[in-house]
């Protein structure tokens, strides 16, 4: 006879019922508890986020997280697709995609791991850094004065101040790779923002071969390697400056920017590395005293709350 474990005893004194699996017997009430699947961790996921997306695209919400839209909109996929994914009744989204959901959910390492996971997917290794330091947080939040964004190796948008959407627009409206610098730069550059004509050329493989280096150092990330492979089969101009760029950081250059409301502004673009990571801040300044720095003082005065002015 084997030895099965002890049961205990119900409120009537009688055992618990019980059933046998590999000769043991096993109390029904202590029965482990399945892994929440991909659909359920998608949505607790999005329902416990704790940041709000803000400007003119976004609609006022009335509970906490992330609406499967706003999801949708960053991670680059369609609100029908995640609701499949969140139904289950699309199990198996690839690499990529899950990548891509983690970046716009900001999970750290862990939680990414836990959604590949639940995926059936190995969690990513070596992959680009994408959750933004908190003293960075900080510090995008404090620079008011300036434009200042926080990208990815991979040049992804992660963060932006109320300054740059004064300067460049609402960044909320830009949806999936439009995010991306190198993608909007290959595929829809903007007529707003430009590089002096004799420097143009330079810029350009200048980003190619700054994400040359992320794809260098970050081999295994799945959504930087579609990245690449898009960029390849959608911008000829891309593919050839990808075989010709040398990969190299890139430091930035100056930028002219033509607004709507004060016209013409000439601005020294900065590119900063996050110490202890591969995130970089970008930071746009006018040289002091100038016509330039006049008109930028106007935008980022009107953008900062009526309360903030007076300091």
Known sequence: MSVGLRVPPT????????????????????RPVRAPG??????????????ALTG????????????REELAM?????????????QGRAARPSAPV?????RALRLDADDSA???????????????????????????????????????ADWWLLRWNDAWTALLGDSTALTGRARNVVWFEMTQPSSRVWIDPGEDDTYRDAIVGDLRVAYLEHPDDAELADLVTALH???????????????????????????????????????????????????????????????????????????????
């Not at 960053?74 to 969140?86: H, I, K, R």
Request: net charge positive; hydrophobic share 40%; glycine share 6%.
């Open 11 to 30: 409120a009537s004194g009688r055992p618990a019922p019980a059933a046998r699996y590999d000769d043991r017997v096993v109390d029904r009430r202590t």
């Open 38 to 51: 991909l659909g359920t961790l998608l949505r607790e996921f999005r329902d416990s986020c704790d940041f």
């Open 56 to 67: 003119p695209a976004v609609t006022a919400r009335r509970a906490p997280g992330l609406r």
């Open 74 to 86: 960053l991670a680059g996929v369609s609100v029908d697709y995640l609701v499949q994914l969140e």
């Open 98 to 102: 899950v990548a891509a959901l983690s």
């Open 114 to 152: 836990l959604l590949h996971r639940a995926a059936g997917l190995a969690p990513a290794t070596g992959s680009v850094t994408r959750v933004v330091p908190d003293s960075v947080e900080r510090m995008v939040t404090r620079l008011r004065e300036w434009p200042v964004a926080v990208y990815s």
């Open 233 to 311: 089969e959608t911008s000829p101009e891309f593919a050839e400056r990808w075989t010709a760029a040398r990969p190299a950081r890139y430091r930035g250059m100056r930028k002219h920017v033509d607004h709507p409301d004060v016209g013409l502004i000439v601005l020294d673009g900065d590119v900063l590395q996050v110490p202890g990571c591969d995130m970089r801040i970008v930071v746009y300044s006018p040289a002091p005293g100038t016509p330039d720095a006049g008109r930028l003082a106007r935008l980022t005065t009107a953008a900062r709350p009526a309360s903030d002015r007076k300091n």
